[in-house]
């Protein structure tokens, strides 16, 4: 598909260039760094994506990874130099140091089971991904169990009182904890003036909301859709910006790298 321009890339990122200290660039993983696999343990980042995400925290006062994997995944696969956040909040890394939610631990075992439990009693040949914190239940490679993964998420998931989440080829089981990546991004913006969110999923609409947020309180956003056809719709009509694959968003990126140079950090 091609990557219509919706706005001038040039004028968007021009208050990024300008203020670079208190600029934040913030970026999903699946699909907008790394492209969709059907084993989602074998994913990777695009290549030149870590490096160019290093480069861009010596030049900008927030880089980070916002992702519904878990930390330890991401921390296997890019830089430790960025903030980096899994399972749509419910784990981190910054500053060199490891956080959690104070109130996830207690759904480990809670997860645990209904792993254990999806893995017997579910579909046939529907993949279960126990992330820890979360669940997650892909049907990629038989998209005819759409309707069935889908109806036994729901139903597992709402017995536990989980949040279900739809995701691409996926269903997702999260505790009934108020994170998402839109307050994930709020909290850590601060005082920062431009915010950027790339990002290609059902879940990144929760980003673009937190963009809006911060927009009516008067920070320059960028929203910015990897968009395929997979991605809900809604994620391109919000978008401020639109490109095809994640080689082409690490090409928009290059541009602030290109932007100048290394600036110094926020006190």
Known sequence: MTSPAINDPAALLAPFVSSPATSMIVVDFDGSLSPIVVDPATALPTAGAPELLEDLALRFGQVMVVSGRPLAFLLERLPHSIDLVGLYGLEGWSNGARWEHPNGGAWREVMADLALVASTNGPDQMLVELKDLSLTLHYRGHPELASDVTA?????????????????????????????????????????????????????????????????????????????DESPPELSERADLIVASPVELISLLGRLRESGPAVPALD
């Open 152 to 228: 036994y998420a729901s139903s597992i998931g709402n017995r536990a009182g989980l949040h279900v989440r739809g995701a691409r080829m996926s269903v997702e089981l999260q505790p009934p904890i108020a994170t998402d990546k839109g307050t994930v991004i709020e909290v850590v913006a601060g005082e920062m003036t431009a915010v950027l969110f790339a990002g290609d999923d059902v879940g990144d609409l929760a980003a673009f909301d937190g963009l809006d947020r911060l927009a009516a309180a008067g920070v320059h956003t960028v929203r910015v859709a990897v968009a395929s």
